[in-house]
């Protein structure tokens, strides 16, 4: 699948509830799946394959999940770090976030599950379920940096 790039509007949508946990789903997540590895990245979100659902796919720090419908019940601490975006062009800016994040979503078949994560996954947790709600990373950074990974990244639109 091709990844939608910014400023695509489908990355600025809420997405639609995953209602049906079928083959099409089964299939749609598999080819999410491949993109995402393809890219070399640890999550992957539906609008960023231009379908405006709740839904995304990771495999970081040895948790691979397919997540549907996700919220966030509850953040803890507080941690520094890079963080970027395959919508982006992995282009990547400091940005503060909580430490630990419990999510609760629904998985292929449609069962409910709750995952806790720490570190670098509970930044996908987040990244991820931004996504689902229409918000970049970039949305979390001051007005200057934003404004900054903008530029980067015209740029290497540009170049490559
Ligand atoms: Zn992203």
């Known amino acids: 699948m091709e990844i939608t790039e910014f400023p695509a509007g489908v990355l600025k949508e809420v997405g639609e509830p995953v209602e049906q ?8 997540v598999a080819d999410m799946f491949e993109t995402m590895y393809a890219a070399e990245g640890v999550g992957l979100a539906a609008p ?7 839904l995304f796919v990771m495999d970081c ?3 691979k999940l397919v997540v549907a419908n996700p919220g ?4 803890e601490g507080e ?3 890079e963080e970027g975006c395959l919508s982006v062009g992995k282009i990547h800016a400091p940005l503060r976030r909580p430490l630990r994040a419990r999510l609760r979503a629904q998985d292929a078949r449609g069962e409910w599950f709750e995952r806790e994560a720490e570190g670098l ?3 996908c947790f987040l990244h991820e379920t931004d996504h689902c709600d229409g ?11 934003r404004d900054m990974v903008k530029r980067r990244f015209q740029k290497f639109k540009k170049w490559r």
């Open 121 to 123: 996954a509970a930044r």
């Open 135 to 145: 918000l970049l990373f970039l949305d979390h950074l001051s007005p200057l940096r």
């Open 61 to 63: 720090e040895g948790i």
């Open 21 to 28: 946990f079928d083959a099409e789903l089964e299939k749609l």
């Open 48 to 54: 960023q394959v231009g379908l405006s659902l709740r």
């Open 72 to 75: 966030i019940l509850s953040v």
């Open 79 to 81: 941690q520094e770090g």
